[in-house]
């Protein structure tokens, strides 16, 4: 989905450069699919960096102030509340069905059946608001969901705005395979 781009060459100079052993852990390369546009942002002194795909119905659009704007927070969002993914849609099953299980586990023993999936789609809702990009609360104004910012931008813009995906690194964590 997010390819890696051969960087040795490049590697290779830096080393030659600075005289410091470097390696590259991880990378990833976005290329706009279509009309839209690619972002990217660092934070924190480099110790977080986002790349951010927003497409757009309309290239005029991605010309648009509000539209650059829009990108622009859309990559602060991504660097600052760390979501897992764009949309539920995205989320990994096995990630779904292991938080089902916690949160099976947490109701008080003896209720209803019916009672404990409705708290479990209740914990659900919660674990997705904090882990999918477009549930999040956006972080500059709470109370608004970051769904709910791009709609007020696509009636704006008189547009069909949508994330893509995204690629969020920071430095430290740990590195899936």
Do not use: W
């Amino acid at each position: 989905e997010n390819p890696a781009v051969d960087l040795e060459a490049d590697r290779v100079a830096a080393v030659q450069k600075l005289g410091e052993n470097i390696l590259i852990r991880r990378n990833a390369r976005l290329e706009v699919q279509g009309s839209g546009a690619v972002a990217s942002y660092i934070h924190t002194g480099g110790k977080v960096g986002v790349l951010v795909e927003v497409g757009a119905s309309k290239d005029t659009t991605t010309q648009s102030e509000e539209f650059k704007q829009l990108v622009r927070d859309l990559t602060l969002q991504i660097a600052a509340a760390s979501p897992v993914c764009v949309s539920r849609e995205a989320i990994p099953q096995a990630l779904a069905d292991r938080e089902r299980e916690v949160y099976r586990g947490q109701v008080p023993a003896g209720k209803p059946a019916n009672i404990i999936e409705k708290i479990v789609e209740g914990k659900m809702d919660k674990f997705y608001s904090s882990v999918c990009l477009v549930d999040q609360s956006f972080i500059k104004n709470p109370d608004l969901t970051v769904t709910q910012l791009i709609a007020e931008r696509n009636k704006s813009l008189g547009e069909t705005i949508s994330v893509r995906r995204f690629v969020r690194f920071a430095v430290g964590e740990e590195i899936s395979s």
